[in-house]
């Protein structure tokens, strides 16, 4: 299975980086051992510390772990690594699993022109901001501001607005309290906010206000696409 860019892992680590993944946020080893079947601890955490694919806070217990962006960049990888023909059959299905998916996003930028990241993929909305705080009730405001300015700058309901674009129009709100509402609106089923497929095409002010999910920065938004 290892690849320059996918380093040899052992099945429960690649589970544990799988769960991480399809989950989109930080867990704790009481949730991995409920998702997963087991705590990230010992040789396998110390291992994916090293390699750095995921970051591990000990700072109260138990402790909690969150991939990197280069735990998102292998997990990316991993997606189009063949499975292997020997080994534990649980590894393999994983394997298949996610080759399949990468597939599936790969049809959906085909068919849709637009890229949609592994991290807004298995993202399972749960009121969080992007540095994890619980999102205030008075972000309501915030995202009638967001949807307002939006509706200003874009032709039609469902087009593509970048971010910077959208902060300029909402330049009187903090920059954390605009974030906070953009997560919030990814509850709702009209709104998107995906990464630009031609990072070439990125002016510093696009990569300046971009949204960080999932390990990966997005800069435009949708609001009413079907």
Do not use: C
């Amino acid at each position: 299975m290892p690849t320059e860019d996918v380093p040899s892992l052992t099945p429960n680590q690649i589970l544990a980086l799988v769960v991480l993944m399809s989950e989109a946020h930080k867990l704790n080893n009481n949730e991995l051992k409920e998702l997963a079947g087991f705590s990230l601890t010992g040789d396998d955490n110390k291992k994916l510390e090293k390699l750095g694919l995921i970051q591990t806070d000990r700072s109260h217990r138990p402790f909690s772990h969150e991939l990197t962006d280069k735990g998102w960049h292998v997990m990316r990888d991993l997606h189009t690594t063949e499975p292997p023909k020997a080994g534990k059959s649980a590894s393999r299905a994983l394997l298949t699993l996610l080759g399949n998916i990468h597939r599936s996003l790969e049809q959906l930028q085909v068919t849709h022109g637009v890229k949609l990241s592994e991290g807004e993929f298995f993202r399972q909305v749960r009121g969080e901001s992007v540095e994890g705080a619980v999102v205030s009730e008075t972000a309501g405001d915030a995202e009638a501001q967001v949807r307002a300015a939006y509706a200003e700058l874009a032709p039609a309901p469902g087009e593509w607005v970048g971010l910077a674009d959208l902060r300029d129009k909402l330049e009187r709100l903090e920059r954390a309290e605009v974030d906070r509402a953009l997560m919030a609106l990814l509850d709702r089923g009209d709104v998107r906010i995906i990464p630009v497929a031609n990072t070439k095409a990125l002016k510093p002010r696009d990569i300046a206000a971009a949204l960080r999910i999932g390990g990966e920065d997005n800069h435009t938004l949708s609001i009413g696409r079907s």
